[in-house]
C-alpha cells in the first residue's frame, strides 16, 4: 500500500493510494460513515421549553449537534458495568439555561466533562424572544452511525483513477479529528481482516 498527495485542510483530508482492493478501501469508507464510536446527546429532559419549537422537535435538533469525543474515557454504554443505567465511564451531562430575547446556540451548552462539548459553538437551535425559555439536560452518550445518524462522525468517498489508484476525501463532522478519523477507521479494518485470517485457518 502507497499512500502520496495526502493534504489537510481542517477537518478534510485528500490522498490518493494504491496497493488496495476496492473492498479494502469501501470497508473504509464504511467504517468511517457507521463503525466508529462518539458522543452524542441522547436523553433530553426539558424542564422549560416557551421557545416555538415543541420538546420533540428541539430535542431532535439538540441531537443532531456534534459533540467532541474522548475515546480514552468513555466507552459505549452496551459495554459499560453499569448495564445501561449511566455512570461515569459511559455518560457525560450536558445542561443548557437560556432566556430570550436571543439565539439560542449549541455553544450554550454546559457539560460536566469540558473534553464532551459541541464541536462547533455557533449553530443556532432556536430563536427566543422575550420571556422565552429553554431549560434542559441531556445525557451524552457513545454510539455508532448504523444505529443513528447523529452518531456518525464524519464522511467518506473515493473515485478511481486512470491509473487503477483511488484518490480517497474525508471530512471529519467534529467529533474527531480528521486524522485520528482516519487512523481509527484503518485499525478497525485491518482488524477485522486479522479476524477473518484467523477463522480461515
Known amino acids: ?43 433530553i429532559t426539558f424542564y422549560n421549553n416557551s421557545s416555538i419549537l415543541n420538546d420533540e422537535i428541539l ?27 449511566g455512570c461515569a465511564k459511559c455518560t457525560a451531562t450536558l445542561t443548557l439555561d437560556v432566556s430570550g430575547p436571543g439565539t439560542l446556540y449549541s455553544g450554550d451548552f454546559k457539560s460536566t466533562d469540558e473534553n464532551i462539548k459541541p464541536a462547533y459553538e455557533k449553530i443556532p ?18 454510539g455508532y452511525g448504523s444505529e443513528h445518524v447523529k452518531w456518525q462522525p464524519g464522511v467518506a468517498g ?11 476525501v474525508v471530512e471529519s463532522y467534529g467529533p474527531l479529528p480528521v486524522d485520528e478519523l482516519i487512523k481509527n477507521a484503518f485499525e478497525v479494518v485491518g482488524g477485522k481482516i486479522g479476524q477473518l485470517k484467523e477463522k480461515i485457518k
Open 1 to 43: 500500500m502507497k499512500v502520496t498527495n495526502f493534504t489537510k485542510k481542517g477537518d478534510v483530508v485528500e490522498f490518493d493510494i494504491s496497493g488496495v482492493d476496492v473492498a479494502v478501501l469501501n470497508a473504509f469508507r464504511r467504517t468511517i460513515v457507521s463503525g466508529l464510536p462518539i458522543m452524542a446527546m441522547e436523553k
Open 59 to 85: 430535542g431532535h435538533r439538540i441531537g443532531l449537534v456534534p459533540l467532541t469525543t474522548d475515546l480514552k474515557t468513555y466507552i459505549p454504554r452496551v459495554d459499560c458495568t453499569c448495564k445501561g443505567e
Open 125 to 142: 437551535l432556536v430563536k427566543l424572544l422575550s420571556e422565552q425559555k429553554v431549560k434542559a439536560e441531556a445525557e451524552a452518550v457513545m
Open 158 to 168: 473515493y473515485e478511481i483513477k486512470d491509473n487503477g489508484s483511488f484518490h480517497v
